[in-house]
């Protein structure tokens, strides 16, 4: 399975919760996740999409650090078994 399957599979699943899983770039800032994940009530979090088996790099690790550390939620997937979970928790209040 390829990445570009499993960030489908997670776009899907997002909308099928009424949010948006919109594309996240962000010019002059390397390593940023690929995903936003904006679900009702105000949900955010960030999504690394991998494929299966792969791990992120350390500049996406640097990234995840830094955006954990101003309080948000990022995730990385490489299976789509783990989407369920990763909604779940960005849902939790």
């Known amino acids: 399975?390829?990445?570009?399957?499993?960030?489908?599979?997670?776009?899907?699943?997002?909308?099928?919760?009424?949010?948006?899983?919109?594309?996240?770039?962000?010019?002059?800032?390397?390593?940023?996740?690929?995903?936003?994940?904006?679900?009702?009530?105000?949900?955010?979090?960030?999504?690394e999409v991998k494929a299966p088996g792969q791990k992120m790099r350390p500049l996406q690790l640097l990234r995840k650090r830094q955006l954990e550390s101003l309080g948000f939620r990022v995730y990385c997937i490489d299976r789509p078994e783990q989407i369920g979970g990763v909604l779940d928790e960005i849902q939790a209040p």
């Open 1 to 47: 399975m390829r990445e570009r399957e499993v960030e489908r599979r997670l776009v899907t699943a997002v909308k099928k919760l009424g949010g948006l899983a919109p594309k996240f770039t962000s010019p002059g800032l390397d390593g940023v996740p690929d995903r936003l994940v904006l679900l009702p009530d105000g949900r955010l979090a960030f999504v």
